[in-house]
C-alpha cells in the first residue's frame, strides 16, 4: 500500500475542516492509500502566504519519503498567492517523489501540457477570486466609513468572541 499526506485548509475559522477531511479520507480507503499523516490549517490564508511554513514541512516530508501522494480537496487548498502558486507547489512535491491528487479536478493527476495548463489556469481563478473578494470588502468599508457608519462589531453584539482590530477594519477606523 501507498502512504498518503492530506492537506485540509480553511481560511477562517467558520469553514469546518471535516468537510475536506472526512471526503479525502473516504478517497484514499477506496485508492488503497494508507494516511499517515494529515496537514491541517484552520483560519490560515493562502491570500496572505500564511501557510507557507506547513507548505514547506510538507514538502519536506514528502521528501524524506513519510508519504508519497498528498490529497488535497481541491487545488486552491494549496495556495491562492499568485496564478503560478499551485503549478509551482505541484512541481516542488514532484520534485520530493511526491503526486498531488486533487479530489474534484481529477485532471490533476495526469501528466503533460495539459495538466500543467489547467493547474495554471485555476491558480489564476483562485487568486483573482482573492482579489475580487478583498475589493468588495473594502469597498464595503468605504461605503460605511463615507456614510458615517461604524465599522466593525458594535458596543451591545451579542457575539463576544475576542476579535482582531487588525487588517482591513484597523486601516479603515484610521
Not at 51 to 68: I, Y
Not at 109 to 118: I, K, N, R, T, V
Request: glycine share 8%.
Amino acid at each position: 500500500m501507498t502512504d498518503a499526506g492530506l492537506w485540509v485548509r480553511g481560511s477562517n475559522q467558520d469553514q469546518h475542516l471535516a468537510n475536506q477531511e472526512n471526503q479525502l479520507r473516504e478517497w484514499a480507503s477506496r485508492r488503497g492509500l494508507t494516511v499517515v499523516r494529515t496537514f491541517r490549517l484552520q483560519g490560515v490564508s493562502a491570500f496572505k502566504g500564511e501557510h507557507r511554513s506547513v507548505l514547506d514541512d510538507a514538502v519536506a516530508a514528502a521528501h524524506e519519503g513519510e508519504f508519497q501522494v498528498l490529497l488535497v480537496w481541491a487545488l486552491d487548498r494549496l495556495d491562492r498567492e499568485s496564478p503560478i502558486g499551485p503549478f509551482e507547489i505541484m512541481h516542488r512535491f514532484r520534485l520530493a517523489g511526491c503526486d498531488v491528487l486533487s479530489l474534484t479536478e481529477p485532471w490533476a493527476a495526469m501528466d503533460g501540457p495539459f495538466s500543467d495548463l489547467m493547474t495554471l489556469i485555476v491558480g489564476w481563478f483562485a487568486n483573482f477570486e482573492s482579489q475580487r473578494r478583498s475589493e468588495r470588502i473594502k469597498a464595503g468599508l468605504e461605503r460605511r466609513k463615507a456614510q458615517g457608519l461604524p465599522i466593525g462589531r458594535q458596543p451591545g453584539a451579542k457575539d463576544r468572541k475576542k476579535r482582531r482590530r487588525s487588517g482591513y477594519v484597523a486601516r479603515w477606523e484610521k
